[in-house]
């Protein structure tokens, strides 16, 4: 009688698996998951993996995703030390959050959590997710955009600057503040004399900020690195994150995906600001519409600050409240100066008048009145240029070409007087 070898089959090495309290709450989780590895993963709870992560068996995984809910807040320490032991075995984490508290979702990214995903999950975003993960880092030289292909010479950190913070604050949807914001950061480099000046401007709308549209730029993760971890950002890492435009202007973009405004605090947007500050000659800060904890901390660093309106009831309302919040905090109000965007034309004398109440009746001055640029302005916003690159007579570009010369100006007298 012949005996027939036993054939061993070994089992699929483990590439990755889940971490959560209960993986049965995320049955979309385990689905994808299956699409994606087949058998090649595991699920475990939070004591199991801070075991697992501790033996040899776990090195060589390539991702673990952490999947937590609202209840698993209380357990934040936890949760904490799992990601702090991914990534001391170099493992990648990818969090999936079900109704998370940005609190608690900033402290995970801020430990070292390399990619997000809301739940329940969107379609093809897990694979979209892994997709990211496996992609190894790139290794880019200094001074080379690898949009372009070429070296631009990006600027190195010196702090030598005491540069000017010039917040854009819209008073409503759609009156104009990010085109307002790109454009005024583009005439204040081009200001004639002005040779040496550095200027930047810095999105802060993190849910719909357009300055990387209206100037044609990508949007880097590395911004998101920059916001999920400000305690460990220096000057060196916060240039780096930027991009520049035409060699000049530099831009740090607003985040890929959209993020809770709350993701940040105070204390985080006054160390950008001030590294900026220390850095450039002008700061130009496009700010969200919506009031949140961190307006004050800009607002407090601002030299001036532009409210943007137009000549509407809305407009009107708004300042209202934005006035009234303002004194009720013991807020800088004085640094205020509006804007009034698509001003009417001088022979408009009716429209003129109406200026000139709601500025009475709001208790205000509108201290600068910019003509609508017409459908100019939106095919330069939609080719991603500025103004003056695609249309240099149009009467609003002529208005932010003023504005930008006596910024320059004003700069220039307060720098002398301090010497």
Not at 232 to 242: C, E, I, P, R, Y
Request: contains cysteine; glycine residues 6%.
């Amino acid at each position: 009688m012949t005996s027939k070898p036993t054939v061993q089959i070994d089992p699929a090495p483990i590439l990755a698996c889940t971490i959560s309290r209960d993986v049965q709450r995320f049955d979309l989780l385990i689905d994808d998951m299956e699409q994606e590895l087949g058998e090649a993963w595991g699920d475990l709870n939070f004591e199991d993996a801070l075991v697992f992560l501790k033996q040899p068996d776990s090195t060589g995984m390539q991702f673990v995703a952490i999947a937590v809910d609202s209840e698993d807040e209380s357990e934040l320490s936890k949760m904490n030390d799992v990601i702090k032991a991914a990534k001391a075995k170099k493992i990648k984490v990818l969090l999936i959050a079900n109704q998370v508290s940005p609190s608690v979702l900033h402290q995970m990214l801020k430990l070292g959590a390399d990619d997000f995903v809301p739940y329940p999950l969107p379609e093809g975003a897990l694979h979209d997710a892994i997709e990211r993960l496996r992609k190894p880092a790139l290794v880019i030289p200094e001074g080379f955009d690898p949009v372009t292909g070429a070296f631009t010479g990006t600027a190195r950190p010196k702090g030598d600057r005491d540069g000017v913070i010039l917040p854009v604050h819209g008073m409503a949807g759609g009156v104009g503040a990010s085109t307002f914001a790109a454009n005024l950061a583009w005439e204040l480099c081009n200001v004639p004399d002005s040779e040496g000046t550095r200027v930047c401007v810095i999105d802060l709308d993190l849910q719909y900020g357009s300055i990387a549209t209206y100037l044609d730029l990508p949007r880097k993760e590395a911004v998101l690195e920059v916001l999920s971890d400000m305690g460990a950002v220096d000057s060196d890492s916060l240039l780096k994150s930027m991009l520049t435009f035409n060699d000049k202007l530099h831009v740090f973009t607003a985040p890929s995906d959209m993020l809770p405004l709350e993701m940040v605090t105070a204390e985080d947007i006054g160390r950008l600001l001030d590294m900026a500050q220390a850095n450039f000659d002008f700061v130009i800060v496009d700010m969200p519409s919506t009031v949140v904890g961190w307006t004050e901390a800009v607002l407090q660093r601002a030299h001036l600050y532009f409210a943007l309106l137009e000549l509407d009831l809305r407009s009107a309302q708004n300042i209202l409240r934005f006035i009234r919040a303002l004194k009720a905090e013991a807020l800088p109000h004085e640094k205020v100066r509006y804007v009034l965007n698509r001003a009417p034309k001088f022979t408009d004398l009716s429209a003129k008048a109406r200026v000139k109440r709601m500025a009475e009746s709001l208790d205000i001055s509108i201290e600068v009145q910019l003509p609508d640029g017409g459908e100019q302005v939106t095919q330069a916003n939609d080719h991603g240029l500025p103004i003056a690159e695609s249309a240099a007579k149009n009467p609003l570009r002529k208005e932010l070409q003023k504005l930008a010369k006596s910024l320059h100006d004003l700069n220039k007298s307060v720098e002398a007087a301090k010497a």
